[in-house]
């Protein structure tokens, strides 16, 4: 087990001609991710790494039974990708685009829950069930099998959390990062919920970072609906007031978002939170521990 | 982005709302001139790109032509934490009855647009937002319907009960929805909208804030913007892929990720140093980012080393060292630098950089612990 993703899941990828579409997808097919097609207008018939290039993601579903589409389509452009996904039979989008203007996610994530969609990101490095699938821009090598959950806004951040985790000894169920963009899809609550149900994930990790309120909300769901221990991490916590952090979704304004309010909801609820990355780990192995 | 009042004030006159008269001046001679040409009270309002102007003594009355000269001379070149003060507005200061508040932002639990009201206008909305929480009427408004006729009057009868007034503020609601989507904004408020003696609203003060991320199909709305010489830089800087931020430390920082930058000021406030910048060289990397990364961090004197973190996704790591070796020889770094590399092409980029003998550290807390070390030993 694992959450939304496994050896089975079959991917298609949406601008799998460009040079980063087509890279990444190279790294996915080498690691075992089962993609089965890309979409790319006009350039019906071609392969990219073996796989079959269609014009539009419904044929490319009719086609080859897709239900996962990962999506490098510049910024311009992104928005109108996940829309033709959910058209096309999609259920569970990951968006990497970085950029993506908020109104446009607004319209998007608005029409995919009207679909009943899934969508992770944009601007986020996807997912991975290591050792069965992976479907973004994570560098793989530094991912294990193993029991821990883990979430994030943050990309490369993730991966320093993971490589820790890793050489920790601790292997993880399924990783996601959630994207840092002001409006997105899956986010605490949802990913919470399925680490909660998913009997091969013992334990949580939760890397957030400054701006919104998203983390002081999943401090009030762990509250109320979580019995695994959870550990989490704040980025941000030396940001200047009022500036956007590179993360759109990064910025402190009025005194709400900051990184000593987050850590406050969670320790008040008896979430440990590392202060340096390193710690994390650490923390992880205790929580596990006190739980024997 | 952010714009300064009388810029959203001519955006609001532009879609129907009222505003009332106003002149734009950046002389004495300007605001008397205005002064005499509005003809009546006047309000002398200080346009500086922060808030709080009030409070700062940025914004008087003035009854007569005299008295407005006498308040420009007084905001025309003060300091509003930190920025001076170049232009000041001299607006028709109407007679307020009641004061109201009206904004709309984007909310991300909801993930739609949120029309905010409050009875209690004319002060800072966060204030009421700690106090008095339930004085905000926070509406979520669907995208796929917009701002219909039915909600906007919902919202105005939250505010009003006379009819004539409901009409006008269901009027000003919808108009104030079709700016937000049209001009792709994140805020816009009218804070105070007011009763004006006359019975008629009037919106007295405006703020607008937009979607960076949506600029590039917005030419009107980037024109007017004003950056300050540290967003000059950073606006440089986003041309070419980078996201700059410039602290007050003297650790250059240059790091791939919005999240693992933060982490990494972080990890070196832990230890005791001072980050003197926030860079993010993004995803999709080549060696030309580098260059003029290294560019943008020497051009910063306060820099005195430079600790590069980079944990290859998007990014190729075999890029980075490519970019770094090149900017080394190209710009005659004397400054010492600090790398910590890994990821995707790993192997390949920590050959290159071990090729040219620059030093490499294994962890996040080392390289801040020996940017910090090296600092202290200068």
């Known amino acids: 087990m694992s959450i939304l993703i496994n050896k089975d899941t079959k991917v298609l990828v949406q601008g799998i001609t460009g040079r980063d579409g087509s890279f990444h997808t190279g790294k996915m097919v080498t690691y075992g991710t089962k993609i089965v097609a890309g979409v790319s207008p006009g350039k019906a018939g071609q392969t990219v790494h073996d796989v079959p290039v269609f014009n539009t993601v419904e044929d490319a579903v009719i086609a080859t039974g897709a239900t996962v589409s990962i999506i490098f389509i510049p910024a311009p452009y992104a928005a109108d990708a996940i829309l033709e996904a959910a058209d096309g039979g999609i259920k569970l989008v990951i968006c990497i685009s970085e950029g993506v203007p908020t109104l446009d996610m607004v319209k998007a994530t608005n029409y995919l829950n009207k679909k009943g969609v899934q969508l992770i990101g944009a601007n986020c490095p996807g997912l991975i069930t290591p050792e069965e699938s992976m479907i973004g821009i994570l560098p793989v090598n530094i991912f294990k099998k193993g029991n821990v959950g883990l979430m994030s806004r943050s990309g490369t951040l993730t991966y320093l959390m993971v490589s820790l985790l890793t050489q920790s000894g601790l292997g993880q169920s399924t990783c996601v990062g959630i994207g840092g963009d002001p409006v997105a899809g899956l986010y605490y609550q949802e990913l919470l919920e399925m680490f909660e149900n998913d009997p091969e994930t013992e334990a949580i990790v939760l890397i957030g970072e400054i701006g919104g309120d998203a983390e002081e909300r999943a401090a009030q769901y762990i509250k109320e609906h979580v019995t695994k221990p959870v550990v989490a991490f704040i980025a941000g916590q030396t940001a200047p007031a009022g500036k956007r952090m590179g993360h759109a979704g990064a910025i402190i304004s009025s005194g709400s978002g900051t990184a000593e309010e987050k850590i406050a909801a969670f320790e008040a609820i008896g979430v440990p939170v590392a202060r340096l990355p390193v710690d994390v780990p650490k923390l992880v192995k205790a929580a596990l521990e006190a739980r024997k | ?378």
């Open chain 2, 1 to 378: 982005m952010k714009i300064h009042e009388y810029q959203a004030r001519q955006i609001f006159r532009e879609y129907g709302i009222p505003v009332p008269d106003d002149i734009l001046c950046y002389t004495i001679e300007e605001v008397e001139k205005a002064a005499r040409e509005l003809n009546r009270m006047v309000v002398v309002k200080a346009q500086v790109l922060v808030g709080g102007r009030g409070k700062a003594g940025g914004v008087k009355l003035a009854k007569t032509v005299e008295a407005a000269v006498e308040a420009g001379k007084q905001i025309l070149g003060m300091d509003i934490k930190g920025l001076t003060v170049e232009k000041v507005l001299v607006a028709d200061a109407v007679e307020i009855q009641k004061e109201f508040y009206v904004g709309l932002t984007i909310d991300r639990n909801t993930k739609s647009v949120l029309f905010m009201a409050s009875s209690e206008g004319g002060v800072e909305i966060e204030e009421v937002a700690k106090v008095n929480p339930d004085a905000i009427h926070k509406i979520p408004i669907d995208a796929d319907l917009g701002m219909t006729d039915f909600m906007a009057r919902k919202i105005a009868f939250k505010l009003f009960s006379d009819i004539t007034l409901v009409k006008q503020a269901a009027d000003i609601f919808k108009k104030l929805y079709k700016i937000f989507i049209e001009t792709d904004a994140s805020i816009v408020e009218i804070n105070p909208l007011v009763i004006t003696d006359g019975g008629k609203l009037s919106a007295i003060d405006g703020k607008m804030n937009f979607d960076d991320n949506a600029l590039y199909r917005q030419p009107n709305i980037e024109v007017l913007n004003e950056p300050t010489e540290d967003e000059k830089k950073e606006i440089l800087a986003k041309e070419s892929g980078l996201t700059y931020i410039r602290l007050d430390g003297n650790i250059g920082c240059m790091v791939n990720g919005a999240g693992l930058a933060m982490a990494s000021m972080d990890v070196i406030k832990h230890f005791g140093g001072n980050p003197a910048n926030f860079l993010d060289i993004g995803g999709s990397s080549s060696p030309q980012k580098v260059i003029d990364a290294m560019n943008l961090l020497m051009s910063d004197k306060n820099v005195k080393v430079i600790m590069i973190n980079i944990f290859g996704g998007i990014t190729r790591c075999d890029d980075v060292a490519k970019g770094l070796v090149a900017a080394l020889e190209q710009l005659k770094v004397e400054i010492p630098i600090v790398i910590r590399l890994s990821g995707t092409n790993a192997e390949e980029g920590l050959r290159i950089i071990k090729e040219h003998n620059l030093p490499i550290v294994g962890s996040l807390s080392e390289a801040a612990q020996e940017a910090i070390r090296l600092v202290n030993s200068l």
